[in-house]
């Protein structure tokens, strides 16, 4: 079956919605397409409050701004596929979408949309130490899914690698859900995050493990994880011989960073460059989120992993550049709209973390990355 | 194991269960939640076995990105049970166990 819109957003997270909202309330005709039972991405299973100023919703938990954006959504006119799947990306805009049909049976269907946003997320990295793939060892945003969105505790004894942000906050959330957390492993010879993160851990009595590396995990008779062994590293971050230490735990957490979700961008062949300081290849875009590829935009971790606040504002900006475009709003009010937008994101890439990175959106956005 | 008691979440409201079978063994289970967090919670970690070396793999990313939970539901192999929710008589079985 081939249905006609005019925008296709592909991704419910917080720049999908934003876009969708921006969009449709100017009177586009929007499909938002989602593998998820729920829309609202990874909002739901941040349960702490967000930073920032009022302007970007501090104080607000997670999980509330992402109930917010589903009602907003809802309210917009936009029309949601959940549950299902967009498969590829071809010639002439086309989608092709495994949808779930309200019978729960699958049909493929093809999308044509004038403009599509691709705002896909990000995906965690790891780290290939030995017995890495151990059920029990899993990403620290697996955990923190589990813990927050399914209620449900993915182990009882765990051990932390990485002291970014992600590690510090996961491993919060551990101790908040009643995990016994015995340790954070960081290479790094201080703490990656925030020292606020850090701060909270540290009072509850939970020890860094600084110059460290995991370099081993062993499963019991079930196949399931039951030790990990740290080493510490020496000058040139190799591990030292007779420094291990071993800790009975049930569960690992990786929170070694996370990359870009672009695999459809790189399909329809929009031009990718290399930023490690937002996670390595991405889909390259302008002021307006417009790829290489009139029509194709991109929005949020897909256009360079930062965080929740950005990809809403992201998405926002995507939204109206798309409804610009199809001349819903007039030139005049959309640049306006967009000046605010842009001056909020500069607010938002302040401080040590978010320089590196307001540096590397201004390369992009210059066409001075190395392809 | 479920957390029904949380500093920030406050108590559990969703107490309403189904009923499941995983390798023949009726589990019954909190609607509405992922597959792979239903077995979590029944102390279930090993989802699938490798094909060439059968070394088991468990939940990995929680988002249906990596596949590392893929089960065979309902006869229907390669389902992603991270981002699939339980439903009343699901059949779930670990993929290439024997």
Redesign the interface.
Known sequence: MLVNRQVAIIGGGPAGLTAAIEAAKVGAQVLIIDENARPGGQLFKQIHKFFGSKAHNAGVRGMDIGLNLLKETEESGAETWLNSTVIGLYEGNRLSVVRTMEDGSKKIHTVQAEKILIATGSQENTINFDGWTIPGVMGAGCAQTMINVNRVMPGTKALMVGSGNVGLMVSYQMLQAGIDVLGVVEAAPKISGYNVHAAKICRAGVPFYLRHTIIHAEADESGTLCRATIAALDEKWNPSPNTEQSFDVNLVCIAAGLRPLAKLAQMYGVEHGFIPELGGWMPLHDENMETNIQGIYVAGDTAGVEEANTAMDEGRLAGISIAQSLQLLPDQEAEQCKAEIRARLESLRLGPFGERRLQAKNRIVKKEVQL | ????D????GA?ENTEMVNITVDGVPLRV?KG??I???L??NGI???RYTLKHH????????????T?CVMIVNGQPNVRT????VEENMVIMTQNKD
Do not use: W
């Not at chain 2, 194991?1 to 029904?4: D, F, L, S």
């Not at chain 2, 949380?6 to 979440?9: S, V």
């Open positions: 194991m479920y957390i029904t949380h500093p920030i979440l559990e909190r939640s992922m792979a967090a239903a979590l919670a970690k090993v989802n070394e088991p793999r468990g939940v990995f990313c929680g988002i249906g990105q990596c590392d991270c981002i699939t929710p």
